[in-house]
């Protein structure tokens, strides 16, 4: 069939590409029996829908008539949603890495007929300049090889085919990791931190959210300043920074240079969430009214603009608009005199304006290059202009939005709602949280036959498609639990119970341990991925060590704690040979070993319950595990407070480590100097 077939998909990445000439097809088995028909090997091409250059790429070549007309000659081209088919992604980033490729995207493979990557690259453009290679001299030496040279094309397909096997099917040595694995750990990355502008050292910079959710994990279990401050130094420089967007809130991609000033202005919801996570434990521990603000701000705009048709939360917002990155974004000294009349010069001051501008001629607007923080009636002033830029701002072309639902990055954005929520007392955040959740629920779940409940990984259009992943269950259970420890409702639990069998049942790796990326009846791919390894989001199963440990803790079942020791042995060789990548397991493997568990008993509805369960929530506890439980055999017999029991009839609090609980707490200030007492 020779037209592009992109018109009948869901994702908004894939129906940009719609109309190009490029006959496109999706990812699929009619795909593949092509190329085996025509003996022609595959232009595999990945992107989503706010990658810059993506649309870059698009832009010179997919929409270009005559270079479409190579592709279509030469290739069966394959457009891919990284986001919707992040199984795919995964495998063929990994082959253009073993190809001694950084990697990144646009990602650009070339495929046999059955799948098997022999050669790739990232973006090119279309003709050769920048030291990089013409597209179209590829295509034709690519095509010239798979014609002339199919041996090279086996050597190269047999070497990537097989080194993607052995990543995935890694042996476990059966080993452990030490005890004191998260300290050992941040003790020697806090050597790779920028204390001068933040996050670790070199360009571009990025969030690492998983690597500074281990510091920030350290700090509370030893207190160890440095760990502190190098969280507390990255969210002020990234809140103060560019990469902030100061009129509507949210934090961009990552920043290209190394003071967080110019971004990449993509918003992606998996960034802001993690976070808006860690926004809220360093606040929890210092009351920085600064993290609190842009806390606000960024809930605020994840509200506004995030979410989806049914409740649940859209994947990213665009960096383009009308063809150009950060157009929407910035501003001309000229425009700010216009708006702001006699209050521009103070806001320049402020916010790093100026005619020359500091991006190509025009403005990002930071606060980077203040000393000392503006007084109350200043501030006050500048939230006033900076709401008047916001409706100059909302009348232009909006940058495009991606709103296709993806169960694993609402898991992560469900969690830190319901944990904000819970620490800023806010219930309009946790009926966000909710709605998310029920949205996920409602249209992105089914029962198998065999009684599993399975997760969708996608849902738009009213259509939920491709079988959940690995960091679906995990994220999404993550969250379950999340949201039960702060409503106590107790069906949230069953959610991640139900999803942690079915993980258990449809993704273990019954040989070496740990959890394969797809489950076992998934599409057939060229390989079954399976590691630990943290990138952009954290590792599902990273993840699903905290999911097990809770559970373990929550139900008492010794399953589940069998489940996460397992998990951690399957990835111990892994974790000595590549510490830093795997930070959220050692997370997990922490909260597995020291648990700060907290039991309440009394009426979680009753006022004394609340006022505990408030203090509870206002201390930062990143081992936390909390319950209200009434009086009675509530508690599973192998937890260290079953038998507890309210005292002079009021709510009453346990605190336990181990198999060893506190003596009893009626008063709320003795909890918070008790939860205070045991950190730093």
């Not at 910079?205 to 510091?215: A, W």
């Not at 003071?259 to 969430?273: C, G, I, Q, S, T």
């Amino acid at each position: 069939m020779t037209r592009n077939l992109l018109d009948q998909e869901t994702s908004p990445y894939l129906l940009q590409h719609k109309d190009n000439p490029v006959h496109w097809r999706p990812w699929g088995p009619a795909a593949l029996d092509e190329a085996r028909a025509a003996d022609r090997p595959i232009l595999l091409s990945i992107g989503y829908a706010a990658c810059h250059w993506c649309h870059v790429m698009a832009h010179e070549s997919f929409e270009n008539p005559e270079i479409a007309a190579v592709m279509n000659d030469l290739f069966v081209s394959i457009k891919v949603d990284r986001e919707e088919r992040p199984d795919i992604d995964a495998i063929y980033m990994s082959a253009l890495q073993l190809l001694g490729s950084q990697g990144g995207w646009p990602l650009t493979m070339f495929l046999t007929p059955d799948g098997e990557p022999f050669w790739g690259g990232t973006y090119f453009p279309p003709e050769s300049r920048w030291g990089q290679p013409g597209f179209v001299d590829i295509m034709k030496r690519i095509d010239q090889v798979w014609r002339e040279e199919r041996e090279t094309v086996d050597q190269n397909r047999m070497a990537l085919v097989q080194r993607l096997g052995l990543m995935a099917s890694a042996e476990s040595d059966g080993g452990s990791l030490r005890e004191d694995s998260l300290e050992q750990l941040a003790a020697k990355l806090i050597n790779s931190v920028d204390f001068s502008r933040g996050g670790l050292s070199g360009t571009p910079k990025f969030p690492n959210p998983p690597i500074f959710r281990l510091f920030w994990q350290a700090y509370r279990k030893t207190g160890e300043p440095s760990y502190k401050r190098a969280v507390d130094l990255l969210l002020d420089r990234m809140s103060e920074g560019g990469i902030y967007d100061h009129i509507g809130g949210g934090y961009a991609r990552y920043s290209v240079d190394d003071r967080w000033l110019v971004p990449h202005f993509e918003k992606m919801l998996y960034d802001n969430a993690q976070i808006i996570e860690l926004l809220t434990s360093a606040w929890l521990d210092d009351r920085n009214p600064l993290f609190e603000q842009r806390l606000r701000e960024t809930i605020a705009w994840a509200a506004r603009e995030m979410i989806a048709e049914n409740g649940a939360f859209a994947a990213s917002q665009d960096a383009d608009s009308e063809g150009e990155e950060g157009k929407f974004y910035v501003w001309s000294a000229t425009e700010l005199q216009e708006f702001l009349g006699t209050n521009t010069d103070l806001f320049a001051q402020i916010y790093d304006v100026s005619p020359r501008g500091n991006f190509e001629g025009r403005n990002i607007l930071n606060r980077l290059h203040l000393r000392e923080k503006p007084d109350e009636d200043t501030e006050t002033l500048m939230t006033r202009l900076r709401g008047l830029l916001f409706t100059v701002r909302d009348a232009r072309i909006h940058p495009g939005w991606d709103d296709k639902v993806l169960a694993d990055w609402n898991g992560l954005m469900i969690a830190a709602l319901a944990g904000a929520a819970a620490a800023f007392d806010e219930p309009a955040w946790m009926a966000l949280a909710e709605t998310a959740f029920a949205a996920i629920m409602r249209d992105q779940t089914r029962t198998d036959s065999a009684g599993n409940s399975r997760l969708l990984h996608s849902y738009r259009a009213a259509k939920a498609q491709h079988e959940g992943m690995l960091d679906d269950y995990a994220n999404m259970a993550r969250a379950a639990l999340q949201l039960y420890e702060t409503t106590g409702k107790p069906a949230y639990l069953g959610h991640a119970e139900a999803w942690a069998r079915t993980v258990d049942a449809r993704f273990r790796d019954r040989g070496n341990g740990g959890y394969y990326f797809t489950a076992d009846d998934a599409e057939a791919l060229i390989v079954r991925s399976r590691h630990a390894t943290d990138n952009a989001v954290p590792a599902g199963n990273g993840v699903m060590v905290e999911v097990f440990a809770k559970l373990a803790l929550l139900t008492g079942d010794a399953a589940w704690r069998d489940r996460a020791e397992q998990l951690v042995s399957g990835f111990a060789a892994a974790v000595a040979n590549q510490a830093p990548a795997h930070a959220t397991l050692l997370c997990g493997f922490d909260l597995l070993l020291n648990a700060d568990q907290i039991v309440i008993v009394g009426d979680r509805d009753a006022p004394d319950a609340q006022a505990m369960l408030r203090v509870v929530f206002g201390v930062s506890l990143p081992n936390r595990i909390v319950q209200v439980v009434p009086d009675g055999p509530a508690l599973p017999p192998t937890h260290p407070a079953s038998g507890k029991t309210r005292t002079g009839g009021r709510a009453t609090a346990y605190i336990c480590h181990g198999q060893t609980c506190s003596l009893p707490i009626t008063d709320d200030s003795a909890l918070r100097e008790k939860l205070a007492g045991g950190a730093p």
